[in-house]
């Protein structure tokens, strides 16, 4: 069955979809709506529900599971869905909410795996050790979280799925440039965005937590090193270090971090991170535009509009 | 005996001074010379030593006490000490660093009893505990720490004189504006700048470590912050909002707080922190500006130069 | 009766309430429709008034109080007022203007006194005589007028609230740093806004003038105080003076401010007016925000949404 | 005889000059010089005086004329004069101050007649008396006093040189836009510099007075405009008008205009006192630069280096 | 008869017009409308379609010609056509169309005479030959293009108007300002903007083109320059100054210039192109405004709103 | 025979070297010398010759290479060469410029050719004959020339050193994110720079052309292109996306792009240019730079100083 995204004008729907958002309104006239974000592993689309009821309200809440009829319409530029019918999931009908998320190309188990790998590839008993505490304590989240809540890799899995990426492009610096010290690039590349894992609610309808809002996953990651650290009873420079890495990856004062990079392979952290992100928007909105046109517009890239040239088949 | 920095040009100096910093150079004809900034409890000047040997680098430099035989002179819009005699301290002179160090107008212990009011006036347990905890962790480095290596409260005593004199401003905000949380308020002064003490390297002759330039007093006190609690098994939200006073206390990211601050107490910290800083600097530049004439340009203040009324006497 | 913005989802609306706002338009199929908002003193809610006529457009505008029966209603995260009835205000019902529109909380002839003890305690005899001869010139309007249109002491004797609670906190300030001249200080705070008197349009449904716009509250300050000076032929600087804090109050350029300050008190005059007007946003948000969620964003406070902490009961 | 700066490298002096700036300073070797800035109506050029006595210090002192025998020599990359003879004019040579200073081309009494001659073209008799009083509470001053202490017009009677070139400007501006008010137009460019004659301090070795610091030559102005009104009871709008263009020439708040230009004259005022003051400035450094090289950087045009064609004869 | 966007509320329309914009929607209720852009000489209005079908969609697209009954009403402010009736032009009604677009006020072939004429007074051969080349192979687009999509000179032949107004302007700087090179500053002003006759669509409904986007006019002229002087065998410097000036019109980077301008005529073709740009943004604003009133904000203009004075009759 | 730049203080000197810059200059007491910048392979090092004569002025200019004798002092903080005899170079001696230049290790011959194995994988006959077109144009420049002035690859066979690490980025890139198109990224990384070879004077003693200030060699790079294909006869899309990748890639107008990156690659292209000029400078800073100490400030890096960690080894 087709992904509802990827359904053209007209196209019929038939689908079991998952509840996203649901936000109650009135209309001009004063009869009461509501406007559902619906979403399956292919992303997601809105529509709207007219003429609703307090059972409706009941039964349409967020992380519903719901089979939607209806068809595609286009509607100020995006494509909407026409709701005809809609009723919950029969516990029967088995739909699971994994079903209807999307995420990582690749399971989280060997996501995971390829990420170890870079981990026996440390030298530096310290680094190494703190490196895998950490990884420990939060496997479980590290596996399922997105890195963000929107923009880039804001999917199931999208944390690990980031943080492996980086570290094969990582790899590929170290090998380019041999002063580079693999140790610390790839321990900064693995701690640097864990403190999501406090900073955001959980895998699927991603929201901030309190603790992120005030503190943010920078913050809460230098205090998990510190304690990492004193429950290993670590005391060499490179909890400093990996402090610091984590510290200053989004490379400015203005972007959060209380320090800039000071540390060579600091400075090459936040290029590896902005480059994994930002190719990762990229990809993503590119492949919705055909040759000899321009993608949407992208507000994390300066709301710029990319063009496919006409040659790039 | 008057101050060094209060003398006027052509006064005569016989003085003990300490070395503060102690520079070789060669004139354009190739003798070496010495620029020494040489300091008394008023402040401090620059002389030269001319035509020095590597007997005179080796006596001094800095940290040594010297008697010093001279004249004020003028040079380039400043005071400087024309060198006529100079020898190191005999140690039966018995003069004391301490006695050659600009310091706080109050003495440490009355500084620090007076801090010590405001912890009891607090309400809350675990807010006031923590704080006792860190206060007490570092107490005598909180009372000898400068509050910064230059600009306002750059002398022995200079933290600890900054926070109290914030805890005074802090308490008459909060009898003008009845909604603020005294608790929060004071512990947040008393903690926001303690970080200090590992960010810069003592109380004379003040540097950065590198700890300071890599992670900074801010990222230091708020894992500080996370590591009493434990100690202490505090477990309630006061732990996250002191580290958000903490964090968010230079006010923007572009000053170096990773988040603005997003508590009723943390907006006014910032503005409690400035406030006396910037009296700090305007008193001391102002205090040598006669009535009817503009200050030196003070470079932490938008390298203004302020105005002294012809009628304020 | 409890305020129309007290009143929760449901409940039932008979209020007298006040139009400060009209706007007429026509719905997506051309038939046309009002919206109101309509305020008491608690504050203002909007409504839609449909199928109007020309009748409704003569009875409905600014400044009408009106009879309006209906409900509360919720719409797009915000209350909003379902009219059921609504009628003009019969002459023998007696409400005043006055009666429905938010004030200062404390009578304005209290504040007035309160200010007036301020003057007393000026030694200064140039500086009490200018700043006593601007007050009486404009003294009926500055009892009434607000701050500004919106956002912090936005309504009825908002001016007066707002200088009677700087004059307070610039009283602390001189206490605790005794080298602030008092009469400067007094009569910057005093002076400051008073601009506003001809820079905003009246006590109620205030805009701006068109000398507002072009001038501005701060040049037509400038220019009472110019023209004070040559009535009562003050001559010595403190008329510059005085000239200079208004004028330099907004802090920098960039802010209105066409210097930036360069006095002492003129300094601590920028603090307290930023102090006094966040301390005003921050208590009505917070006042609505229940512990443990964040309040609404403040688009003056660069759009930040602030935290009640839990513990704060 | 050729002036002192269009004398080349190795050409003898003998000439009358005035002492613009006098620095006393002593060498690395301890003996006391004089830095003089020494200049005549072709601008000034830098000297030194060594092994100085007090009577050197009392007899050569800024605006002091002296007859100077001496060498142009090069000193890092630009011209010195290299003093061998020096002494005081005698009285009965009768050098004047005003034979010493750069001045505008035109005589001070040619450039106020065409100044005039706009006044009568103005038909609005409101603008055009306030102007004319304005112009004559200050005649003098303005017919003497620079546009700037540097950058611009920065010589004897710099101001009405620059407002003489404004007016005809104004004028063919007027001719090709006819939508232009030409009486607003004009009183803005005579006005909008006057307040400089308060700002600054004389004519020759001009400098800011306390007042140009605290209040600036916009809100000076600004002041007077209200003075004039009152005085010839002229209420009408034109006087706001005239002291928007005033308060908005420098056409933005970080430029110390309070207010943006918000009248279609007060936008073409801010171009023509830019358009003016760059040709001023770029004239003066491109006569200096040979074709087919780049002129000296100028601080005020962006540190910008410009570039003479070499097709430009 | 009457210009569309001159007719008043509740004036009846009977027009010819052209679809300018076409964009079909549909009600919150489902049913099927278009919002239509209508425009004749004087302007363009919005007007809705209901209940459209697929006929509609057919009939009423950009650039149809078609005849509209109805009238004007009001709606959020602005004017807005109430469609009783529609229906394409029949060909017999011969409307062009020329007939229904706004276009500079003089005829096209008038303008480029004015233009030719400056080419006649340039001496420089290699300058005169390089813009006269590159003027006749754009010419017919450089007569009918307009200079920008929107905000100033927006209408056809747009463009060479810009220019020719731009030329006169030069022309009196080069008499006030002598120094200016007229040839340089004519093919400066004459070039600086053809690029957009490949960086836009076409005269009507105009839009970027790909390589408008992704080169910019700028880039595309600076080769084109090169491309003529290349089929001219010209070699001289002059080569690159015109290149220069086409380069650096924008006058800073964030502008969109590579280079600022570092050639005196460069740095006053930037103002020359500001101050016509803006004129005529302020005419067209200003001419809708009444005397006493404030104009619609102007979004190129820092979003302004301007005062048209009281005695502006 | 050890480097000039690597010989500790004190360390006697008897080298050839190449007058890299040399300046006269007077001594305060007005005595003639020059300061000479002096270079060999491994860097340069400052030098005073006192008392110089017109002879010595003759024989010691930029790019003559001389017998210098001497020895290695210390002053304010930086190694100088204090000269005891000097002469130059007599033919019979035969070093070469070259043998005293520093330059990229790898020779450029073997640069070269790796360059060209990355024109052989590309598949798009256009863009891989456009970029040897003009590869070939200007090869031994390109094999010769620096990549800047200074800061990053300033040295001999500096920019085919830049391409081709960058070259390897990009091929590591391609294979980690297969959807980037590897035939416009090699190219685009092979011609962004090569605009230098006009911008820049040579090899060696490089300073800017007039045509590097006045277009720049973005500008010249995209009007070579057109060149390019104008002489190849190539139309498709392919000319428009070189040039903009060529255009775009110094990443945002502030910098000198006049169009930020609109194509996938052009993204990609700005990030490989940053790292590889980055860890250029970052290497060099860092191998000066013993573990536990902080480097020296490099400003094109925000003036930042950066840690070199004690356990890298």
Redesign the interface.
Known sequence: MKGITTLGVGEAVDHFLLIKQAT???????SP?MTLILQDKSGDIEA?L?DTTDEHERLYHPEAIVRVGGEI????GKNQL?IKSIRPMKEEEGIQLSDLVPAAEKPKEVLMEELQQFLFEMQ?ANIQRLTRHILKKYQTKIMTYPAATKNHHDYVSGLIDHVV?ML??GK??C???P?L?RD?LYAGIILHDIGKVRELSGAIATSYT??G????H??IM??EI??AA?ELQIE???V??L??LV?SHHGK????????????EA??LH?ID??DA??NM??RA?KKTPP?E?SERMFP??N?????????E
Chains 1, 2, 3, 4, 5, 6 share one sequence.
């Open positions: 109650k309104a009135v209309t001009t006239q004063g709506f709207k007219w319409h286009h509607y100020r026409r530096n990426s094969k492009l590929a610096l090998e380019l440039y002063t010290n610390i309190v603790e809002n005030l503190l943010g920078i913050t230098v205090t510190d304690k004193e060499g420079e490179e400093m270090v402090q610091h510290l004062e203005e972007w959060g971090s209380p320090k800039k990079p000071m540390i060579r400075e090459i290029y902005n480059i930002k190719m990229l990809n590119l000899g321009f890239l300066d710029r509009s990319f063009y496919r040239p006409t040659f790039d």
